[in-house]
């Protein structure tokens, strides 16, 4: 658009309507547009060039413009060649050009989950390769049973009343043998009552593991705050939905921490034949796990020592401010199969998986 008028600064003088610049030109003005634009037809507004469309670009997948020129982009699951042009399949032959590697963290199920490109030896996370993207109907992930899309990859996950194998694909039953076990849980104030939910979940999760019935695994669970008390026994209950159910039920006691007293309470009491425990003649295993989330406000060294000579299989489990010291008083020999330690409730997921295995292999 242009106009002729008297001479002067006509761009400041006129509501000249330029989308970017207006430029005086004699007894005229005229609009014009940034680099890398191009004038629109009504002459004031600015369009950005299109370089893919003036430019044979040659790209397989995608152009993309740029301020004065192009670049190629592959579609998802695709990453460029050394041509700049032309895409390859990230998945192709399983993993021909990429090496897929499983890295674990100390507690299952945190993967992380890498593509290394075999070509130049660089590593790249999988999420930046496929971000957002359902990676378990991308990828033949080989789960057994489950696919799980989690940040940074997939997990494999197993079915009710089975656990995951060593290689974090397969999935095994975990043994129908027989086992005495019981829950010494933590109800102190400092718990709270929402992580104190969190507990019954990781109560319900161990015991959906296990095949629960008298000729099998028995499970009684143990609250303990300034005072114990007995939940429910090892005998009042036949069948997993039953203990669920009662587990749900459990109330929050919401005091003290008496850690030794509820390990006095668990040796003296829970595995006696009243209980509902089998005789130690008949040679069934018999396990505690105890969980805490601070310091216990009494000795735990002595009832958990005894508990141990016994032939108690003794887990510990820690949250937050709980004291390393005491869960290795607490735990069975080898410690590191024996103390789980997370430092917020958010894991107490991935140490059920973990534990579920350890128990599952103790009663095999």
Request: net charge negative; with cysteine.
């Amino acid at each position: 658009f242009n106009a002729q008028l008297p001479r002067g600064d006509l761009c400041a003088e006129n509501d000249h309507g330029c989308e970017h610049l207006c430029l005086n030109t004699g007894g005229y003005y005229v609009c014009q547009c940034f680099e890398g634009f191009v004038l629109n037809d009504d002459l004031k507004t600015c369009s950005r060039v299109d370089n893919c469309a003036l430019a044979d670009h040659g790209c397989e997948h995608l152009c993309l413009n740029k301020e004065d020129s192009y670049i190629c982009q592959c579609f998802e699951g695709y990453i460029l060649n050394d041509d700049g042009k032309s895409c390859r399949n990230i998945f192709k032959n399983n993993c021909l050009f990429f090496k897929c590697c499983i890295s674990y963290s100390i507690i299952y199920p945190e993967f992380n989950y890498l593509l290394i490109d075999m070509d130049f030896g660089d590593a790249l996370p999988i999420t930046k390769l496929i971000s957002g993207k359902d990676i378990c109907n991308t990828i033949d992930h080989g789960c057994e049973h489950v696919c799980v899309n989690i940040e940074n990859g997939f997990a494999c996950k197993c079915f009710e009343g089975y656990i995951l194998g060593e290689d974090g694909k397969s999935c095994k039953r975990c043994a129908e043998g027989v086992l005495d076990l019981v829950f010494v849980i933590d109800g102190s104030k400092s718990l709270g009552a929402h992580n104190f939910e969190v507990v019954k979940q990781f109560i319900t999760g161990i015991v959906d593991s296990l095949e629960i019935s008298p000729n099998a695994a028995r499970v009684g669970v143990v609250q303990y705050s300034t005072k114990v008390h007995t939940e429910f026994t090892l005998g009042s209950y036949i069948s997993g939905k039953d203990v669920k159910e009662a587990v749900s039920q459990i109330k929050y006691m919401g005091k003290g921490s008496m850690t030794g007293h509820a390990l006095k309470h668990m040796y003296e009491n829970s595995f006696t034949d009243a209980e509902g425990a089998r005789l130690p003649s008949s040679k069934v295993p018999k396990a505690v796990i105890v969980f805490t989330d601070g310091r216990a406000q009494d000795d735990v060294s002595e009832w958990a020592n005894k508990a141990k000579n016994s032939g108690i299989t003794m887990y510990a489990i820690g949250v937050g401010k709980a004291i390393e010291e005491e869960l290795r008083e607490i735990a069975s020999e080898p410690q590191e199969k024996h103390v789980y330690y997370a430092e917020d409730f958010s894991s107490m997921s991935d140490i059920a998986e973990k534990l579920k295995t350890r128990i599952c292999e103790g009663i095999a």
